[in-house]
């Protein structure tokens, strides 16, 4: 008997650090700024003396401008970065999936810009980008090109540069695996047939690696929501609000404006922003997952 | 081994070789500019030919240094101190993000018991959550909320045993950045590691429970072992993010407490840019993770392609 | 010179003389402790690191600091002020803070120490502190709230003060046969003309990035061109004639400045000073230290210094930081006795000699500092102009600073119509200034 109750509470004794730490340090966290973003509150207060203000958080946000370039920016920085890293991680994975020598030390060079702190890209990049003393722009001056205005006119630009040069390898790497993991028999049979390259890539590897695609995709986006301090390092978000994403706006908000109920209210747009995608991917994993299961049952009935 | 390679066209290595370039050059060029003068590195009239100074690795690391290094006027970096802290940040959270991530992985697999749905759900969910998202809360309630009143017994013995004035709250401390990092990194761990307990043959285990070793036993001495792999990829990342985080640190640190990335962004300030100084101490902050890649990138590749892939 | 203040200090001091000095040390009681304290990563404080050794070897008192850029150590003061017991001792403030920190009752009142006669050191001299700079940023409480009035008191003591100086190519400018620009006209052509004459370099090197830097330099021209950021009654005035003349030439400064001119700031706009990329620069006096850096400089013994240039009138800007005590400080008494070595004219002049920027009439006028730094005459000098008034010191300045600074930034990277965006700040401003009170008694 005593047996048996030590067995159910198993599972809980295993989940309890866990499920206390993240209650602790996460949800509850949420729940408070959840709270924080109706009231009127300067840093300097405890949120219990701040004022109570209903939706005027969340109200002026909507119709401030400056939130929505930032949001615009952010929409369109992530929609850039994800496009060309989806399209040059996928094409690349499928230019080097062959049989060569030293395949793996490759991977291991490739994956090294994703590793270091983006303290440091962002540091990296500012000095690459540097006007005069930049090596970009002196490389175009050796070579007799004009120099670019990196950081200033094209400054968005610049920072999706560098994101596309910190996380491309990302998409390659798991677009690599996916197709190192298709299945032989599919590709042998569409060579029999005469199948040029591009028709194989088109009608039998692109097809078979798309829901590994879609899922490295979404997880991008995910993460593309949360870049901050490459942008931060390079730009703090000029010139104007050109580079202002919404996580160095939230921060800025809270650190330098002293308004942590605006930027608590911001974080809760951000937060619902990210909730929708995140349950597009459920939705998707979902649907596909039903579909093997149909599948494989249809299959069966077929034996 | 005797595995035969495919022959290639010379435009391929070409642009393998541009690639190489490309991912790596970045960082060499940090490299080579650490070693020079910021006189050298803003003139730059030749890229490589300079005299290589270790100048700047002593202005970074002059408070841990044996001695007084002669361009030095007073130490004002605290580099040192910052990646002791960092060091001590990243690996305790890290150890302790393994253990309890393992332990909620494992009930989640292979426990049913009640709420396991919701918190496998609210696990997937909060992966999404940006760092920044957190700052506003985090700040308020480390500073605030998570507080032991200084008169109370608990907390007048720590302010008598380490110092320092008023209540006293998470922010400022190790534990408090610890503890963020904890949470901020289980759900991926969790994630992450489901999927290689579950190929974990539950035959072994329930062969040692036969032989009588209890749930933690079983955990322990034998699912553990069988997924080394999963961990160490796991703890990597868990470093990574631990190691690199700039802004919660910066909220939370206080003059003792910084970690390295706060110190770089901080000499970034607009009086000087010291781009030789900068340099080597990102290149300090980039070495743990550039061993990391050189000497474990299976491990890095098998965790990318695990934590994804499962979706 | 005036006035209340200073009667104050002296008479006190004068008490305390009477009072005689019973104790041979004064800072014998405070030995032994070890104070807090919160300074920026700037020049000026940098030079203070160096000689903080001197005052424990004197007084027995330690020092630890706490060095963080500007912006930062704003937001740990912010932070650390709020609490019921702080653990800074003294704290370096930028002059913008006083507001928000008076107005939250966060600064002592130095009344209280310079009135006690075992604190308050008789040979101070207050009248000889910069006394613009000690209305700026010491000052809280008088006309306007942040200017020199009958009603205000000191809450702090200015300590690395700036002003802006022109600092330009003695050797560029001898080439040509250019004249030192003495108006903004005159510097307008002269910085459009460089890059006609020398090509690739620019003119004139200013911040510009967006946010506190376009402000800042927009700032730096609005005053001597007769603008203000509001009038009298508080009314937002940033967008008539002078505030677009001012904005105008901004822009005609950054773009006949130096490559890339459209996102520098402070330590770029120097930087490319110091490479010898741009024939002038107009900015704070704390970059002369730099300027003759070997290490850091191309341009050593090449840079003549002169006066900011004349719109209307001529007003440098007032900048810099202030030392003041904390409400919530520990040991406010030692640290007063740190804030007043630091002060004192011994201490301005050791500060000054290690590279800092005095803050006493004397320091300037000192013959041992002009010997080692030729530019403190004209340094000095260019005090004796700075406005005390060049922006508004009140505690809803940061974010109309803020939109300031972004909007400006459009008009130099988008081509913003300059009407348009200065008509844009003053209808933001309107609503802040609404919103926090100022029309209340209108």
């Given at each position: 008997m005593q047996r048996a109750m030590a067995n159910r509470l198993t599972p809980y004794m295993f989940m309890a650090p866990a499920v206390v730490i993240m209650v602790i340090a996460l949800l509850y966290p949420l729940g408070y700024m959840v709270w924080g973003s109706f009231r009127d509150w300067d840093?300097?207060?405890t949120i219990g003396e701040a004022e109570f203000v209903g939706l005027k958080n969340y109200i002026t946000l909507w119709h401030d401008p400056n939130f929505r370039e930032s949001l615009g920016v952010t929409l369109s920085f992530a929609f850039f970065v994800v496009t060309f890293e989806m399209i040059i991680g996928v094409g690349l994975a499928l230019l080097l999936d062959r049989n060569i020598r030293g395949m793996s030390v490759l991977r291991t060079l490739f994956i090294l810009p994703m590793m270091i702190a983006p303290v440091v890209v962002g540091l990296m990049w500012r000095y690459m980008y540097h006007p005069t003393v930049g090596t970009f722009n002196r490389f175009f001056e050796s070579i007799g090109l004009p120099s670019v205005d990196w950081l200033g006119a094209n400054a968005l630009m610049s920072v999706i540069i560098a994101d596309i040069w910190q996380w491309t390898p990302f998409i390659f790497i798991l677009s690599l695996a996916a197709l190192q993991s298709l299945p032989r028999s599919a590709l042998e049979a569409a060579r029999i047939d005469g199948a040029t390259g591009w028709q194989q890539i088109i009608h039998i590897k692109l097809p078979l690696m798309m829901p590994v695609l879609i899922v490295t995709g979404l997880l991008r986006l995910i993460d593309a929501f949360k870049v901050l301090e490459v942008i931060l390092v390079m730009t703090e978000g000029g010139p104007g609000l050109s580079t202002e994403i919404l996580a160095l706006r939230i921060s800025r908000t809270a650190t330098e404006f002293r308004e942590l109920g605006v930027a608590a209210a911001m974080s809760n747009y951000l937060l619902i922003l990210l909730l929708f995608i995140t349950l597009m991917m459920f939705a998707f994993t979902r649907w596909q997952e039903m579909r093997t299961n149909r599948l494989r049952a249809a299959a069966e009935e077929d034996e | 081994m005797s595995t035969t390679y495919d022959r290639q066209q010379p435009a391929f290595y070409a642009l393998i070789a541009a690639l190489v370039v490309m991912s790596v050059g970045p960082v060499l060029l940090m490299f080579v500019n650490s070693f020079k003068l910021d006189v050298d590195i803003i003139s730059?009239?030749?890229?490589?030919i300079f005299l290589p100074t270790i100048q700047n690795y002593e202005t970074a690391l002059c408070d841990v240094l044996w001695y007084k290094p002669d361009h030095v006027d007073h130490c004002s970096l605290k580099f040192g101190n910052a990646f002791i802290n960092s060091l001590i940040i990243a690996l305790v959270s890290t150890i302790l993000t393994l253990v309890i991530g393992c332990m909620a992985a494992y009930a989640l697999v292979r426990f049913r018991f009640m709420g396991r749905d919701s918190v496998s759900l609210t696990t997937l969910m909060v992966r999404m959550v940006p760092p920044a998202v957190l700052l506003v809360p985090v700040f308020g309630l480390w500073n605030n909320e998570f507080c032991i009143d200084k008169t109370s017994y608990v907390g007048s013995a720590i302010r008598d045993t380490f110092g320092g004035r008023g209540d006293v709250c998470l922010a400022g401390t190790h534990s408090g950045i610890i503890l963020v990092y904890i949470a901020m990194n289980l759900p991926f761990v969790i994630w992450i590691l489901q999927s290689f307990i579950v190929q974990v043959p539950r035959s072994l285990e329930e062969a040692a429970r036969v032989d009588g070793a209890g749930p933690f036993q079983v955990f322990f001495k034998v699912v553990l072992p069988l997924i080394k792999p999963g961990l160490a990829a796991a703890a990597i990342f868990t470093f990574r993010i631990a190691w690199n985080e700039y802004l919660l640190a910066s909220a939370l640190s206080d003059r003792n407490t910084k970690t390295v990335p706060i110190l770089i962004v901080n000499n970034m300030?607009?009086?000087?840019?010291e781009w030789g100084v900068i340099m080597a101490t990102g290149m300090l902050l980039a070495i743990p993770p550039i061993i990391f890649t050189l000497f474990a990138s299976r491990q890095i590749i098998t965790g990318m392609t695990a934590g994804a892939v499962k979706g | 010179m005036s006035n209340s203040l200073k009667s104050t200090v002296v008479g006190l001091a004068a008490t305390a003389c009477m009072a005689g000095s019973a104790l041979a040390n004064p800072y014998e009681d405070y030995a032994g402790t070890t104070l807090i304290v919160n300074f920026p990563a700037h020049p000026h404080y940098d030079a203070v690191m160096k000689i903080l050794p001197e005052f424990t070897e004197e007084t027995g008192i330690e020092v630890e600091v706490d060095q963080l850029p500007y912006l930062k150590m704003r937001e740990r003061q912010t932070l650390e002020l709020g609490q019921d017991e702080g653990e800074y001792d003294l704290i370096a403030y930028v002059v913008f803070s006083k507001a928000d920190y008076v107005f939250a009752d966060q600064l002592e009142n130095l009344a209280k120490y310079f009135m006690n006669p075992k604190l308050a050191d008789p040979s101070y001299d207050a009248g000889d502190l910069i006394d613009g700079y000690v209305y700026n940023i010491?000052?809280?409480?008088?006309d306007k709230g942040y200017l020199e009035g009958a009603t205000g008191s000191l809450f702090g003591i200015p300590y690395g003060s700036e002003t802006s100086v022109l600092g330009y190519r003695k050797d560029i400018f001898e080439k040509h046969g250019l004249e030192v620009p003495e108006t903004y006209d005159e510097l307008l052509e002269i910085a459009c003309k460089i890059p006609e004459l020398e090509p690739g370099m620019g003119g004139l090197s200013s911040r510009a990035a967006s946010g506190h830097h376009a402000a800042h330099a927009f700032l730096l021209h609005l005053n001597p061109l007769g603008g203000a950021i509001f009038d009298d009654q508080w009314n937002p005035v940033v967008n008539n004639e002078a505030g677009v003349k001012a904005a105008e030439a901004l822009k005609t400064i950054v773009d006949c400045g130096p490559e890339g001119a459209t996102n520098f700031g402070f330590g770029e706009a120097l930087g490319s000073f110091l490479n010898g990329d741009t024939a002038m620069f107009l900015d704070t006096t704390v970059v002369a230290g730099q300027i003759d850096d070997p290490a850091k400089s191309q341009v050593v013994g090449k840079v003549g210094w002169a006066l900011h240039p004349m719109g209307v009138e001529r007003a440098s800007q007032t900048g810099g930081f202030g030392i003041g005590i904390p409400s919530?400080?520990?040991?406010k008494e030692a640290a007063f006795l740190l804030m007043q070595w630091l002060t004192s004219k011994e201490g301005d002049k050791l500060v000054a000699m290690a590279g800092g920027n005095p803050s006493r009439f004397s320091t300037h006028a000192d013959a041992d500092v002009n010997a080692k730094y030729p530019h403190m005459a004209t340094f000095g000098e260019a005090l004796k102009h700075a406005d005390p008034d060049w922006r508004p010191i009140i505690p809803v300045w940061g974010k109309i600073n803020a939109d300031l600074g972004t909007t400006l930034s459009k008009v130099l990277t988008e081509d913003l119509d300059i009407q348009e965006a200065l008509d844009g700040v003053a209808e933001r401003t309107k609503d802040v200034m609404t919103e926090a009170g100022y029309y209340t008694w209108n």
């Amino acid at each position: 008997m005593q047996r048996a109750m030590a067995n159910r509470l198993t599972p809980y004794m295993f989940m309890a650090p866990a499920v206390v730490i993240m209650v602790i340090a996460l949800l509850y966290p949420l729940g408070y700024m959840v709270w924080g973003s109706f009231r009127d509150w300067d840093p300097s207060q405890t949120i219990g003396e701040a004022e109570f203000v209903g939706l005027k958080n969340y109200i002026t946000l909507w119709h401030d401008p400056n939130f929505r370039e930032s949001l615009g920016v952010t929409l369109s920085f992530a929609f850039f970065v994800v496009t060309f890293e989806m399209i040059i991680g996928v094409g690349l994975a499928l230019l080097l999936d062959r049989n060569i020598r030293g395949m793996s030390v490759l991977r291991t060079l490739f994956i090294l810009p994703m590793m270091i702190a983006p303290v440091v890209v962002g540091l990296m990049w500012r000095y690459m980008y540097h006007p005069t003393v930049g090596t970009f722009n002196r490389f175009f001056e050796s070579i007799g090109l004009p120099s670019v205005d990196w950081l200033g006119a094209n400054a968005l630009m610049s920072v999706i540069i560098a994101d596309i040069w910190q996380w491309t390898p990302f998409i390659f790497i798991l677009s690599l695996a996916a197709l190192q993991s298709l299945p032989r028999s599919a590709l042998e049979a569409a060579r029999i047939d005469g199948a040029t390259g591009w028709q194989q890539i088109i009608h039998i590897k692109l097809p078979l690696m798309m829901p590994v695609l879609i899922v490295t995709g979404l997880l991008r986006l995910i993460d593309a929501f949360k870049v901050l301090e490459v942008i931060l390092v390079m730009t703090e978000g000029g010139p104007g609000l050109s580079t202002e994403i919404l996580a160095l706006r939230i921060s800025r908000t809270a650190t330098e404006f002293r308004e942590l109920g605006v930027a608590a209210a911001m974080s809760n747009y951000l937060l619902i922003l990210l909730l929708f995608i995140t349950l597009m991917m459920f939705a998707f994993t979902r649907w596909q997952e039903m579909r093997t299961n149909r599948l494989r049952a249809a299959a069966e009935e077929d034996e | 081994m005797s595995t035969t390679y495919d022959r290639q066209q010379p435009a391929f290595y070409a642009l393998i070789a541009a690639l190489v370039v490309m991912s790596v050059g970045p960082v060499l060029l940090m490299f080579v500019n650490s070693f020079k003068l910021d006189v050298d590195i803003i003139s730059g009239t030749s890229g490589m030919i300079f005299l290589p100074t270790i100048q700047n690795y002593e202005t970074a690391l002059c408070d841990v240094l044996w001695y007084k290094p002669d361009h030095v006027d007073h130490c004002s970096l605290k580099f040192g101190n910052a990646f002791i802290n960092s060091l001590i940040i990243a690996l305790v959270s890290t150890i302790l993000t393994l253990v309890i991530g393992c332990m909620a992985a494992y009930a989640l697999v292979r426990f049913r018991f009640m709420g396991r749905d919701s918190v496998s759900l609210t696990t997937l969910m909060v992966r999404m959550v940006p760092p920044a998202v957190l700052l506003v809360p985090v700040f308020g309630l480390w500073n605030n909320e998570f507080c032991i009143d200084k008169t109370s017994y608990v907390g007048s013995a720590i302010r008598d045993t380490f110092g320092g004035r008023g209540d006293v709250c998470l922010a400022g401390t190790h534990s408090g950045i610890i503890l963020v990092y904890i949470a901020m990194n289980l759900p991926f761990v969790i994630w992450i590691l489901q999927s290689f307990i579950v190929q974990v043959p539950r035959s072994l285990e329930e062969a040692a429970r036969v032989d009588g070793a209890g749930p933690f036993q079983v955990f322990f001495k034998v699912v553990l072992p069988l997924i080394k792999p999963g961990l160490a990829a796991a703890a990597i990342f868990t470093f990574r993010i631990a190691w690199n985080e700039y802004l919660l640190a910066s909220a939370l640190s206080d003059r003792n407490t910084k970690t390295v990335p706060i110190l770089i962004v901080n000499n970034m300030s607009e009086f000087n840019v010291e781009w030789g100084v900068i340099m080597a101490t990102g290149m300090l902050l980039a070495i743990p993770p550039i061993i990391f890649t050189l000497f474990a990138s299976r491990q890095i590749i098998t965790g990318m392609t695990a934590g994804a892939v499962k979706g | 010179m005036s006035n209340s203040l200073k009667s104050t200090v002296v008479g006190l001091a004068a008490t305390a003389c009477m009072a005689g000095s019973a104790l041979a040390n004064p800072y014998e009681d405070y030995a032994g402790t070890t104070l807090i304290v919160n300074f920026p990563a700037h020049p000026h404080y940098d030079a203070v690191m160096k000689i903080l050794p001197e005052f424990t070897e004197e007084t027995g008192i330690e020092v630890e600091v706490d060095q963080l850029p500007y912006l930062k150590m704003r937001e740990r003061q912010t932070l650390e002020l709020g609490q019921d017991e702080g653990e800074y001792d003294l704290i370096a403030y930028v002059v913008f803070s006083k507001a928000d920190y008076v107005f939250a009752d966060q600064l002592e009142n130095l009344a209280k120490y310079f009135m006690n006669p075992k604190l308050a050191d008789p040979s101070y001299d207050a009248g000889d502190l910069i006394d613009g700079y000690v209305y700026n940023i010491g000052f809280a409480g008088g006309d306007k709230g942040y200017l020199e009035g009958a009603t205000g008191s000191l809450f702090g003591i200015p300590y690395g003060s700036e002003t802006s100086v022109l600092g330009y190519r003695k050797d560029i400018f001898e080439k040509h046969g250019l004249e030192v620009p003495e108006t903004y006209d005159e510097l307008l052509e002269i910085a459009c003309k460089i890059p006609e004459l020398e090509p690739g370099m620019g003119g004139l090197s200013s911040r510009a990035a967006s946010g506190h830097h376009a402000a800042h330099a927009f700032l730096l021209h609005l005053n001597p061109l007769g603008g203000a950021i509001f009038d009298d009654q508080w009314n937002p005035v940033v967008n008539n004639e002078a505030g677009v003349k001012a904005a105008e030439a901004l822009k005609t400064i950054v773009d006949c400045g130096p490559e890339g001119a459209t996102n520098f700031g402070f330590g770029e706009a120097l930087g490319s000073f110091l490479n010898g990329d741009t024939a002038m620069f107009l900015d704070t006096t704390v970059v002369a230290g730099q300027i003759d850096d070997p290490a850091k400089s191309q341009v050593v013994g090449k840079v003549g210094w002169a006066l900011h240039p004349m719109g209307v009138e001529r007003a440098s800007q007032t900048g810099g930081f202030g030392i003041g005590i904390p409400s919530n400080a520990e040991n406010k008494e030692a640290a007063f006795l740190l804030m007043q070595w630091l002060t004192s004219k011994e201490g301005d002049k050791l500060v000054a000699m290690a590279g800092g920027n005095p803050s006493r009439f004397s320091t300037h006028a000192d013959a041992d500092v002009n010997a080692k730094y030729p530019h403190m005459a004209t340094f000095g000098e260019a005090l004796k102009h700075a406005d005390p008034d060049w922006r508004p010191i009140i505690p809803v300045w940061g974010k109309i600073n803020a939109d300031l600074g972004t909007t400006l930034s459009k008009v130099l990277t988008e081509d913003l119509d300059i009407q348009e965006a200065l008509d844009g700040v003053a209808e933001r401003t309107k609503d802040v200034m609404t919103e926090a009170g100022y029309y209340t008694w209108n």
